[in-house]
């Protein structure tokens, strides 16, 4: 729980703040992109309090979002009115999760509403309320974890749904799963939905490509609103960046309009002006190398 005794001191006056238990996962400024900034010192910080119903909406599932319990209220705020805003719908039977996990440094979690069974990518936090909105929406088939550092509340998920969790054998380490997949050719798993090993940031490292719409990246490719641009993180690339820029050109092969990361900004695009942002992040990238 967020303390007011910690408040950061660059918090705009009023009843939302951050404490300075904030590790900067960026995940209220993506939520609630009117209230929450950038502060001094690797924080966020409340830039402006919410001015209507809507922007005290998002504010509040910042609060509910975030890993650490930074995030407070001078005023109770009460959450039973906003915690089952999650999951957070995306498009085309797609949800953000929010209740993100310090265990995966705040990485983002998506669900996928399908006939055949819903697939859960990534690990959220697990959370009675988050749990129930799952079982409402048909619940968990299959667990996608694209790499080791974002597989967090897995093992609990794994036993109340019976999910089915898929990892790469280069990325296992230890991380039991019913399901490990191996090289580097993509792998399909269903129907319009494909496995892509994408080794860089680790080496068993995977995206998944669902419908010709989404690729969830993991933290192998997100947006940046620095750059202007789609980005690979140079600085937490644990394996080979060389590796990193030979994955990113082999997507280029596939057809999606949204980029839906574990960290880092989404990004939606019409396909064919999203293979140009991949284009040029690819060319950024070797400016790099």
Not at 53 to 62: H, I, K, L, P, Q
Not at 151 to 161: K, M, S, Y
Not at 167 to 181: M, S
Request: proline share 6%; glycine share 8%.
């Amino acid at each position: 729980m967020a303390k007011v005794d910690r408040r950061l001191p660059g918090n705009a006056a009023g009843n939302f703040y951050v404490d300075d238990t904030c590790i900067d996962c960026d995940l209220c400024r993506q939520i609630a992109p009117d209230s929450f900034t950038f502060g001094d010192g690797g924080y966020s910080v409340v830039s402006r309090q919410p001015a209507n119903r809507e922007e005290y909406r998002r504010a509040a599932m910042a609060l509910i979002a975030c890993p650490t319990g930074s995030i407070g209220a001078e005023r109770k705020v009460d959450v039973r009115d906003y915690r089952e805003a999650y999951p957070d719908a995306v498009d085309g039977g797609v949800y953000f999760c929010g209740y993100a996990s310090r265990d995966s440094f705040g990485g983002a979690s998506y669900l996928i509403v399908r006939p055949d069974g819903n697939v859960l990518v990534d690990s959220p936090r697990f959370a009675r309320t988050l749990v129930e909105r799952l079982e409402e929406l048909g619940g968990v088939s299959t667990m996608f974890l694209t790499h080791r550092d974002d597989v967090a509340d897995h093992e609990r998920f794994r036993r109340h749904f019976g999910c089915e969790r898929i990892i790469h054998r280069d990325e296992g380490h230890g991380i039991r799963v019913e399901r490990v997949l191996e090289g580097d050719e993509p792998v399909p798993m269903a129907p319009g939905l494909t496995a892509i090993p994408t080794p860089g940031h680790t080496k068993g490292h995977m995206a998944l490509h669902y419908l010709d719409r989404f690729l969830f990246t993991g933290d192998h490719l997100a947006w940046s609103p620095r750059y202007g641009h789609l980005i690979a993180f140079r600085r937490h690339n644990w394996y080979s960046w060389p590796e990193t820029i030979r994955s990113m050109e082999r997507l280029a092969a596939y057809r999606f309009e949204w980029v839906l990361p574990g960290h880092g900004r989404r990004a939606f695009f019409p396909a064919a002006e999203m293979r140009r942002e991949l284009v040029r992040c690819v060319s950024w990238m070797k400016q790099l190398a």
